[in-house]
């Protein structure tokens, strides 16, 4: 539908999907890698860096 009315940015969409595609072969790579703990790890480590952006943002206001 988007397409066909001329409203999608191709160029940028082509970009992001070739990302994802490095981006996920990056991470299973890692993952197959060095194992569950370190992904364990880094999923804690997102996740409490979330936790301290959602609360900064909050204070903010």
Do not use: E, P, S
């Amino acid at each position: 539908m988007f397409a066909a009315h001329g409203q999608v940015f191709w160029r940028l969409g082509l970009g992001m999907a070739a990302c994802n595609v490095f981006g996920a072969r990056l991470g299973t790579r890692t993952a197959l890698r060095r194992g569950a703990a370190f992904i364990r790890a880094t999923l804690l480590c997102v996740v409490a860096a979330l936790i301290v952006k959602l609360c900064l943002d909050q204070l903010r206001l």
